[in-house]
């Protein structure tokens, strides 16, 4: 069975199906909480969400029945062990050992669980980094937004934020350096800083880990050592801003990518709704448009587009007019799954 979570500014709501062509939709489930974070592991099965309660605070619920019921500790699982308070889970990311998920939260901190999301401990190295001061907020906030855990090597991980940029450790969390190498930040004194980049989003494949993508504020770039150094890959494009990235789920080379006309115009240029698809690492581009609407006033954030793992792919997006966009083959041709949702922050696909 197919499963796509749409989380929202409202509430989490669940789509099925059989055979990617009709969905049965359910929801809203924690209705009123925003929702961030999703993660969908089908080894368990488990389903673990990032909810965001105005009268609650932030909390990290998980499910074994798709929704049907849901468990939450009864402590806090994601809180500083003294001074501050999390503000936002904003994302869950699973490794190769189903107990250790990564949580990566606002203010800019990482988090880690070894009892499959039940509780998790800060990693002091990334909050204790000599940069963290100078760490700034973006539109949005100042968060961790991208966890990428080496599947080479639990002690590898990547982390990007808003601002700060990317950030590697090599020893499991003791100690973080930044690797921004190449990445421009056309608002500081010093384009090319060490860091304070503003980064959107990172992706990669567990098969090719060395190789990432990453769109910036401004910027869409390669790295093929890790993110030790980037190469610009926005030639092709309309435009060079954005949110999201996407790599496909069977061959690295192939990446999605939804531009937005600029950072004062966040929505697609001249309302063009369509995503674009580089077979060759981001060398060319193509615009993936049949069944998108036009007129498209509206935006796609950084964790509202996904692919699943079927054959052929899928690839989903979700905007923030709450209409939520399907494509059973690559990118191809597309159909609506949803309309009238409440603002989407982030759509989860996977077969359970």
């Known amino acids: 069975m197919h499963v796509l979570a749409i989380g929202t500014r409202k509430g989490l709501w669940l789509a099925t199906s059989e055979d990617r062509e009709s969905w049965e939709l359910r929801g809203p489930h924690h209705p009123m909480a925003e929702v961030y974070a999703v993660a969908i592991d089908p080894r368990v099965p488990r389903l673990l969400v990032g ?15 798709l929704g049907e019921s849901w468990q939450e500790p009864d402590q806090a699982p994601v809180a ?11 994302q869950l990311a699973l490794t190769p050992d189903p107990e250790v998920v990564y ?6 901190a990482l988090f880690r669980s070894v009892d499959g999301g039940k509780s998790f401990s800060l990693v002091e190295g990334l909050w204790n980094h000599p940069h963290r001061p100078d760490w700034g907020a973006g539109f949005g906030g100042q ?5 990428l855990p080496d599947p080479r090597d639990p002690q590898r991980l990547t982390v990007a934020m ?8 090599f020893d499991g969390g003791t100690s973080w350096e930044a690797s921004n190498r190449g990445i421009e930040a056309y608002f500081l004194p010093d384009p090319y800083p060490e860091y304070g980049q503003c980064v959107h989003k990172i992706a990669g494949h567990p098969t090719t880990p060395d190789r990432l993508y990453l769109q910036n504020h401004h ?4 790295s093929s050592d890790g993110g030790g150094t980037w190469e610009s890959i926005a030639e092709g494009l309309p435009s060079d801003f954005g949110f999201a990235m996407v790599v496909h789920p069977h061959r690295p080379e192939v990446i999605y990518n939804f531009p937005l006309a600029a950072d004062s115009n966040r929505f697609p240029p001249n309302g063009d709704c369509a995503v674009y698809r580089s077979p060759d690492g ?10 998108l609407p036009s007129g498209f006033w509206t ?3 950084r964790d509202a587009m996904c692919v699943d793992t079927a054959t052929p792919a899928g690839v989903y997006f979700g905007s923030r007019s709450g209409e939520v966009y399907a494509s059973a083959d690559e990118g191809e041709s597309w159909y609506r799954v949803a309309e009238h949702l409440p603002d989407v922050l982030c759509v989860r696909a996977a077969e359970v």
């Open 143 to 147: 968060a961790v937004h991208t966890v």
């Open 51 to 65: 909810v965001d309660s105005s009268h609650f605070g932030p909390g990290v619920l998980s499910s074994h029945d």
């Open 162 to 169: 808003s601002t700060g940029g990317v950030y590697r450790t």
């Open 80 to 90: 500083f062990p003294s001074d501050g308070a999390v503000e936002r889970v904003w």
């Open 103 to 108: 949580a990566g939260t606002q203010p800019s």
């Open 219 to 222: 910027g869409v770039y390669r």
């Open 282 to 291: 981001g060398a060319t581009w193509t615009a993936l448009r049949t069944g």
């Open 299 to 301: 935006a796609v954030m």
